[in-house]
């Protein structure tokens, strides 16, 4: 449901990252089936790449996270906030502890912003990665 | 010795998107700013 509910933060603000003349991308795994259904079930228009093999995790070293931090504290937050906002937890896909992280780019191999999720529900808030975007 | 960067760890990476189109993901940052979100799942 955390990604889901990230998913909408960062749809409803696709405009406003498109007028600034950034793109937008997620990168998910799972299988291509699994990603289309979750494209159509989210109505996201930007793009969403697979990575079934976790290539791109890998290369920057993405967090895991593990049964322990089901208990944590911020994850009943985050919990209780995603349900709030009418997000549900659906199938999860092969990897369940495989912890997310955003980031903001470019021009070039420049790093503007980076959030590494600690735990579930660990997302980047969408005001900091708009205030990374050049103006 | 600097640390690669993020951007530049992840920019020769090619993954397909969502219709099976492959993409590089440093295309996405080459001559624009990008948003790039890991997702942990499609739950």
Redesign the interface.
């Known amino acids: 449901?955390?990604?889901?509910e990230?998913?909408a933060q960062?749809r409803e603000h696709q405009s406003e990252?498109k007028a600034?003349?950034?793109?937008?991308?997620?990168?998910?795994?799972?299988d291509?089936h699994?990603?289309?259904?979750?494209?159509e079930e989210t109505g996201i228009s930007f793009?969403?790449?697979?990575?079934i093999e976790r290539?791109?995790?890998r290369?920057?070293e993405?967090k895991s996270a593990n049964l322990l931090h089901l208990l944590r504290r911020d994850n009943a937050v985050a919990r209780k906030r995603a349900n709030a906002a009418g997000h549900r937890?659906?199938?999860?896909?092969?990897?369940?502890f495989?912890?997310?992280?955003?980031?903001?780019?470019?021009?070039?191999?420049?790093?503007?912003f980076?959030h590494i999720?600690e735990t579930?529900g660990d997302n980047a808030s969408v005001s900091d990665?708009l205030s990374a975007?050049?103006r | 010795m600097t640390a690669a960067s993020f951007s530049a760890k992840l920019s020769e990476i090619v993954l397909p998107d969502a219709d099976e189109r492959p993409v590089r993901l440093g295309s996405l940052w080459e001559s624009q700013p990008a948003v790039i979100v890991f997702l942990r799942h499609y739950g």
């Open positions: 449901m955390f990604c889901r990230h998913v960062l990252i600034s003349g950034a793109n937008l991308a997620a990168i998910g795994m799972g291509f699994y990603a289309r259904a979750f494209r793009p969403l790449l697979i990575d290539t791109a995790y290369a920057v993405l937890q659906h199938k999860l896909g092969e990897n369940p495989q912890l997310g992280a955003s980031f903001v780019f470019g021009p070039g191999n420049v790093d503007r980076t999720s579930f990665v975007l050049p």
